[in-house]
């Protein structure tokens, strides 16, 4: 490389580095997947500098990974459950689910452990308000006269809606958080 080259190199690396420190500060603000530090950039030019032959210095970008929260996975699953047949005492799609069967198999599969009856399930949350309910959040019913305060569960999925195993002779489905079910409604909780 000869020296006019290395001129050319150097005014465009410095450029270069003009820009990305710019570039950096806007992408800080607006905190971007993907950005090219200064620090790489210099590392680039001195391996260019150390080692002319190179044509293209090595600059590694790392894209910043999106943790999702499991109970949103717990959700994608309990939806691919929709259309499956009721079963009281059920928990697998083979066989049927009862609402706490559909509940714990979701979050099963979405590796995290909650127990295996409504009630149980509504012991096992945290409570959160109707207002601050989020996808992945339980919510819970007292549909029956019995004596259990909880006795049917469901998965909020959004927009007033969650999904539930109903009662024998029905399957499972999506269901409006409408005037009958918040009269039925006992609290929300989230794992």
């Known amino acids: 490389m ?6 050319f190199l150097t005014g465009i690396c410095l450029f270069s580095l003009a820009v990305v420190n710019t570039v950096s500060a806007t ?11 200064a620090t790489q950039i210099r590392q680039a030019y001195a391996q260019l500098i150390k080692n002319p032959s190179l044509k293209k210095p090595k600059i590694e970008v790392k894209a910043k990974k999106k943790s999702t929260p499991a109970r949103f996975h ?3 699953v309990a939806k691919k459950q929709i259309h499956k047949k ?5 928990t697998t799609p083979r066989t049927g689910f009862d609402c706490s ?3 714990q198999y979701a979050f099963k599969l979405a590796k995290i452990y909650i ?10 949350t945290k409570r959160i308000s109707l207002s601050k309910i ?4 339980l919510i819970f019913f007292h549909t029956r006269r019995t004596k259990a305060r909880v006795n049917h569960v469901g998965i909020y999925m959004g927009n007033g809606k969650f999904i539930h195993a109903p ?6 489905s999506i269901a409006k958080l409408n005037k009958y079910w918040r009269r039925k409604f006992v609290g929300a909780g989230r794992v």
């Open 134 to 137: 989020q996808a992945g959040d």
């Open 86 to 90: 009721y079963r009281w005492g059920g």
């Open 101 to 103: 069967g559909l509940i």
């Open 167 to 172: 009662r024998k002779e029905k399957r499972v």
């Open 27 to 37: 992408q800080r603000a607006h905190s971007s997947k993907n950005s090219i530090s």
């Open 2 to 7: 000869n020296a006019l080259q290395r001129v």
């Open 74 to 76: 717990a959700v994608t």
């Open 115 to 124: 127990p295996r009856t409504a009630a149980a399930q509504y012991k096992h």
